[in-house]
């Protein structure tokens, strides 16, 4: 069964750098978009960034981009979010999430699989 485990959250200052890992296993990574979404306190899940696996195609959503980097190791296995300029505004709890698809989305509706969540304080 698919399993997805964050690592590396923590607190930083606000123009500081942070980097969340993400374990899966359960799945054939050639197949899936994997994603990572926050969610703070009152406010709805949003999608961050998103990976193509077998491509490595990526998106992101406007308030992160060219701040935040999304990418995957497939032969370890592990999803990373690298966080670079980081403001108060990004303090969440980070989730990793995947699922079979063709199409990127940002859309938390359109993930299947989750991982337990890290917490970002900025």
């Known amino acids: 069964h698919v399993q997805l485990v964050e690592s590396g959250g923590g607190s930083v200052q606000a123009g500081g750098s942070l980097g969340l890992s993400c374990a899966y296993s359960?799945?054939?990574?050639?197949?899936?978009?994997m994603a990572w979404f926050r969610q703070a306190p009152g406010k709805e899940r949003e999608g961050v960034a998103a990976?193509?696996?077998?491509?490595?195609?990526?998106y992101y959503h406007t308030s992160v981009k060219g701040r935040f980097t999304i990418s995957r190791d497939n032969g370890n296995n592990t999803l990373y979010l690298q966080m670079n300029s980081l403001k108060p505004e990004d303090t969440a709890t980070y989730y990793c999430?995947?699922?079979?698809?063709?199409?990127?989305?940002?859309?938390?509706?359109?993930?299947?699989?989750w991982g337990q969540g890290t917490q970002v304080t900025v």
């Open positions: 999430a995947a699922d079979f698809r063709w199409s990127p989305s940002l859309s938390s509706a359109d993930f299947r699989y």
């Open positions: 359960g799945f054939t990574s050639s197949t899936y978009y």
């Open positions: 990976i193509y696996l077998g491509g490595g195609t990526t």
